[in-house]
């Protein structure tokens, strides 16, 4: 955990500006020089049209102002938040579960792809704000002296006691019904861990990976988290059957399927990297005191820890294994397909169809049907690789 000596900062300047309140953080260099504010911001900051739901405004903690107008910039903003085909009929409702608190369920069927709902957060904020970091995915970066979290523009780190007074001041400008939303989620951390407001981000953050202070190279790091009233009901699954999208120019989080649902069931997001063994989601899912009882976990062999740790690299074999035979008579190629289809199976049934590979593996497999001229079998097949495209369309483009 990192910590600031909280004399160091500065006290609350409370000023509200229209829309505005900001907070000092640490004190400016020089009286005109806004580094160092953090503000708390209403997104969007006029009426959009055709959204008239109090509800449907953010509070923003925002603690680099170049951040802010990078959403102001978004072409098109402020867009209304998307509607999912059916408009304003409910698509999911919220009930308790035996073993999970709430969770939200289906209340209709849908396609992979399809967009549940969409909703504009309750708060966003830092997600360093809140999150200590103490381990870093090597990906996000190799550089010594990012494991903790700077506000970008300032000397410092921020600490707990900072986030906790800019939470306040984020929830004291929302209207009581948002207020009251706010207050009622989910709290699995222990007061005496963690303040109620610090326990409820930590909760219920959602990253959002396409809004972050700095540059690009400290997206990880730097990158902001939404807090929403419907979205952080979806319970942890390893085998998720949702995604989630942020489009900054209607500040709005997009619920999707991430394969066909039924109506009824229970929608799963997952908390934990998917590509990790049982082991390492385990520890990542002890911070919402989560022990996984979803059937990857329940089923783990080495074999299934292997597929989610080298999946990509077990499709990219499989594809070439596929591909250098080109010479293959029609028995080869009905064994060739149907090693593709177990592998196909295989990777659904982990719930690893999110994979980057996954729509490669399924032109392989249309390629092979067209060949073979099973042209409803290559239509079908042709189907899911185009949700999938667009499935990984949409993670990539966050
Ligand atoms: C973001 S909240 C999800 C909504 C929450 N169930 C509620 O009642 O509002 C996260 C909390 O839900 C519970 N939870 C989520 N997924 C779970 C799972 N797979 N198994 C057990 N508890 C789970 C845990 O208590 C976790 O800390």
């Given at each position: 955990m990192i910590g600031r000596d909280s004399s160091q900062t500065a006290a609350s300047m409370a000023n509200i500006s229209g829309r505005e309140v900001t907070k000092s953080y640490t004190k400016p260099t020089t009286p005109d020089d806004d580094e160092g504010l953090v503000t708390v911001a209403t997104i969007?900051?006029?009426?959009?049209?055709?959204?008239?739901?109090?509800?449907?405004h953010s509070e923003w903690i925002v603690s680099e102002q170049v951040t802010k107008q990078k959403v102001f910039k978004a072409p098109g903003y402020p867009k209304p938040i998307p509607k999912p085909f059916d408009g304003d009929l409910p698509v999911y409702e919220i009930k308790a579960t035996p073993d999970m608190g709430l969770g939200?369920?289906?209340?209709?069927?849908?396609?992979a792809g399809d967009l549940i709902f969409a909703e504009r957060p309750?708060?966003?904020?830092?997600?360093?704000m809140i999150n200590l970091y103490d381990e870093v995915p090597a990906e996000a970066s190799n550089r010594s002296g990012d494991l903790t979290y700077s506000h970008p523009a300032t000397a410092g780190p921020f600490n707990l006691g900072d986030a906790e007074v800019l939470i306040e001041l984020a929830v004291s400008k929302m209207n009581p019904d948002v207020s009251r939303a706010f207050h009622s989620l989910d709290n699995c951390h222990s007061p005496n861990d963690y303040s109620q407001m610090i326990g409820i981000a930590l909760t219920n953050a959602?990253?959002?990976?396409?809004l972050y202070d700095g540059p690009t190279y400290r997206a990880y790091l730097n990158s902001y988290a939404g807090i929403s009233e419907i979205g952080s009901r979806i319970n942890h699954s390893c085998k998720p059957n949702v995604y989630f999208t942020f489009d900054l120019a209607s500040?709005?989080?997009?619920?999707?399927?991430?394969?066909?649902?039924?109506?009824?069931?229970?929608?799963?997001?997952?908390?934990?990297?998917i590509h990790a063994g049982r082991a390492q989601r385990r520890k990542e899912l002890a911070d919402w005191n989560i022990i996984?009882?979803?059937?990857?976990c329940a089923n783990t062999t080495t074999d299934s820890d292997g597929l989610r740790l080298g999946c990509d690299k077990i499709i990219f074999n499989a594809i070439g294994i596929v591909t250098n035979s080109c010479r293959m008579n029609r028995a080869a190629m009905r064994s060739s397909f149907e090693y593709l289809a177990q592998l196909r199976q295989e990777l659904y049934d982990e719930g690893l169809y999110t994979s980057k590979l996954y729509p490669s593996l399924l032109r392989i497999m249309r390629a092979l049907c067209m060949k073979m001229e099973s042209v409803d079998k290559a239509k079908e097949i042709e189907e899911e690789m185009k949700k999938y495209d667009k499935i990984n369309d949409d993670l990539g483009a966050e």
């Open positions: 969007p900051n006029v009426v959009v049209e055709g959204e008239s739901h109090p509800q449907q939200l369920f289906a209340t209709r069927s849908f396609s309750l708060l966003v904020l830092p997600l360093g959602l990253r959002i990976t396409n500040f709005s989080f997009s619920f999707k399927a991430l394969r066909d649902i039924a109506s009824g069931e229970q929608l799963f997001r997952s908390y934990c990297s996984c009882r979803c059937a990857s």
